[in-house]
């Protein structure tokens, strides 16, 4: 779904999401795009910032509270609050504009390649149906479910896959480098900070904070891996 409301950027984008296979629902207004997003529910939305009405940062609010969709955020302010408080609420990735449309269906599809929620598990898999435990941090990667102290956590998809990237290997530290390569791919181009928010937001929802790292910890000047629980 694309939400954006310069008609021409719109049907430009659309074009190129319908050149690669996709089927593309346009909107230019913000309360209609969460009227549709219930209706078609799409796998990606690119979502524009600067909407009439009902802002980006607020549709995508609304949407979290329904829909896991990847959300990419369009902007032409490149300040970086906005970026900050569009990937607050639940964002998996920016762009400013101007931008270029092949680069955007690039990240797109590399996020349609990663996993989606598990259905099924194979009978003999049964090391990777073990969840992963950090304290009272429990992380089924097959199952893509995270719990803390028993009760669930919801996380966005990319949310979920910078955690499970780093409980991969709980004693290694990730630079921000080696986490963009293993969650949005080797190909993505962008500013590598945007690993940092999505740090932020996680540790908010496990109940964790920086100063202390239980669940997830910065080694300063380098990166960061996952912390013991205690």
């Known amino acids: 779904m694309v939400v954006e409301d310069e008609a021409a950027l719109a049907n430009l984008v659309g074009s190129y999401l319908e050149r690669d296979g996709f089927d593309a629902t346009i909107t230019g207004d913000g309360h209609e795009a969460v009227s549709l997003a ?20 607020e549709v995508c609010r ?17 300040e970086e609050v906005d970026t900050l408080i569009g990937l607050s ?23 349609m390649r990663r996993p989606r929620t598990s259905t099924t598990r194979p009978a003999n898999a049964v090391a990777a149906m073990q969840a992963r435990i950090f304290g009272d941090l429990a992380i089924d990667a097959d199952g893509r479910e995270v719990t803390v102290g028993g009760a669930p956590v919801a ?3 990319t949310e979920f896959d910078v ?14 480098a080696q986490l963009i390569g293993a969650v949005w791919g080797p190909s993505w181009v962008g500013d590598e900070h945007l690993v940092d928010v999505h740090i932020g937001h996680l540790r908010r ?8 790292g239980r669940y997830v910890r910065t080694v300063r000047g380098v990166g960061y891996r996952m912390g013991s629980g205690a």
């Not at 609420?89 to 996020?111: C, H, N």
């Not at 955690?163 to 921000?176: H, K, Q």
């Not at 929802?205 to 202390?212: E, I, N, V």
């Open 62 to 78: 609304q949407l979290r509270t329904f829909s896991d969709a990847y959300v990419v955020i369009l902007t032409a302010r490149a």
């Open 205 to 212: 929802k496990l109940g964790d904070d920086a100063t202390r």
């Open 155 to 157: 996380l966005t998809r």
């Open 38 to 57: 219930r209706e078609v529910d799409p796998d990606v939305v690119v979502l524009d910032l600067g909407l009439p009405g009902l802002d980006g940062v």
């Open 163 to 176: 955690l499970a990237a780093l409980a991969r290997d709980p004693g290694v530290v990730l630079t921000r």
């Open 89 to 111: 609420v639940g964002a998996d990735d920016y762009m400013t504009k101007p931008f270029s449309p092949r680069e955007l269906m690039a990240r797109i599809q590399a996020m």
